[in-house]
Nanobody, 124 residues
Framework: QVRLVESGGGLVQAGGSVRLSCAAS????????MGWFRQAPGKEREFVAA????????DYADSVKGRFTISRDTADNTAYLRMNSLKPEDTAVYYC?????????????????WGQGAQVTVSS
């Protein structure tokens, strides 16, 4: 089906920025909702951001709204998450995801496909 390969992440100081990329291979995912979840050690997985298939509608968790920006390039089936003004509480493994439902509430409940994860560590 769809394979999601993540790039980016790493160590960044508080207040800094980092960009994550998620490329879909195999079956084209240009009509899928795409986005990210994250999971910190000892914590439950939480929704971060999502973007619809046409790229004209987005959904953000309240904790990242105004700091993170999600976008996509349908030509190469790649989504991007630009994370600005990073805080130590943003430290987590970030998992790219894709879902075929076209509904943000369905994406939030459980996407169809998952990437391998990218570690983002924000120093305090």
């Amino acid at each position: 089906q769809v394979r999601l390969v993540e790039s980016g992440g790493g160590l960044v100081q508080a207040g800094g920025s980092v960009r994550l990329s998620c490329a879909a291979s195999g079956r084209p995912a240009s009509r899928y909702t795409m986005g990210w979840f994250r999971q910190a050690p000892g914590k439950e997985r939480e929704f971060v951001a999502a973007i619809n298939w046409s790229g004209d509608s987005t959904d953000y968790a309240d904790s990242v709204k105004g700091r993170f920006t999600i976008s996509r390039d349908t030509a190469d089936n790649t989504a991007y998450l630009r994370m600005n003004s990073l805080k130590p509480e943003d430290t987590a493994v970030y998992y790219c995801a894709a879902d075929s439902s076209g509904r943000f509430y369905v994406f939030r409940r459980g996407p169809d496909y998952w990437g391998q994860g990218a570690q983002v560590t924000v120093s305090s």
